[in-house]
């Protein structure tokens, strides 16, 4: 078998086994957000009214909170814009009073804090979000590109070395993003953590549950980054291997 041919099936095996062990820490991520979302909180005050006192108490003052619309949740979620000093809440997590959402929200403010502390990058977390669909479109520009080579040339050609350059440039920019992102969100959690540990409402096993929580979202941050690399590695060598099989006919 072709060396180039074993290289990427091999990477192909390692994506593989990390998107199954990420599978398995957002369904723990899942697992302990449905134990907080069943469990509510014994608040006196609305989400968005302690996004606001965290922020105040954090000397934010000038920091702005919004709630999210419904169909705009889906596509901005819980973020927060260094140009507007602006933290958005999404609909679903302003709408339920539980640990989880209060958790959301303090991860949230963290990045304003972080802002305010003049830490950079921040703007790429907020764009981030909106490069989340990007590994979606890997597999089907893969397929198109064969389908149309098989059906116009009979094998692997110009169409497969196309659409696989264009999903090369694709998982380029969202390795980019996603690993500059994953370093500020990380950091984001751990003060986010402290925050609602510092508010002293949690008892003593939900603040277990809590901290487990946030190192499942700072776990996924990290292997979305392995992801993508690998994705970055995959696409190369795809485009290695059509290249040589253009070029030898």
């Known amino acids: 078998m072709n060396p180039m041919?074993?290289?990427l099936f091999s990477v192909l095996?390692?994506?593989f086994v990390i998107s199954m062990v990420a599978s398995f820490i957002r369904w723990n991520a899942r697992r302990v957000t449905t134990w907080f979302s069943i469990k509510?909180?014994?608040?006196d005050k609305p989400i968005l009214d302690y996004a606001r006192l965290i922020l105040d108490e954090n000397g934010l003052e000038d920091v702005e909170v919004k709630k999210v619309g419904f169909f705009a949740s889906m596509f901005v979620g819980n973020t927060y814009?260094?140009?507007?000093k602006l933290v958005r809440i999404s609909w679903g997590t302003a709408l339920r009073p539980t640990a989880t959402s209060l958790a959301a929200v303090c991860q949230v403010v963290a990045l304003a804090k972080m802002h305010a502390d003049g830490k950079k990058g921040l703007k790429l977390v907020?764009?981030?979000r909106w490069f989340g669909w990007v590994p979606m479109l890997l597999l089907p520009l893969i397929l198109a590109g064969l389908i149309i080579d098989l059906v116009s040339a009979g094998g692997l050609g110009t169409f497969t070395i196309?659409?696989?350059?264009?999903?090369?440039?694709l998982a380029?920019?969202?390795?980019i993003f996603s690993a500059v992102a994953a370093s500020k969100y990380i950091n984001s959690c751990k003060i986010g953590q402290q925050l609602i540990l510092d508010m002293g409402i949690l008892q003593e096993n939900e603040e277990k549950k809590i901290k487990k929580l946030f190192s499942a979202?700072?776990?996924l941050a990290i292997l979305n980054v392995f992801i993508a690399l690998f994705e970055v590695i995959y696409f190369i060598l795809r485009l290695l291997l059509s290249g040589t099989k253009l070029f030898r006919r």
């Open 13 to 15: 095996g390692v994506l």
């Open 172 to 175: 380029l920019i969202y390795f």
């Open 40 to 43: 509510k909180l014994e608040i």
């Open 81 to 84: 814009s260094p140009s507007k």
């Open 162 to 169: 196309v659409f696989s350059a264009i999903g090369l440039a």
């Open 5 to 7: 041919l074993i290289l």
């Open 126 to 128: 907020e764009f981030n």
């Open 217 to 219: 979202w700072r776990k």
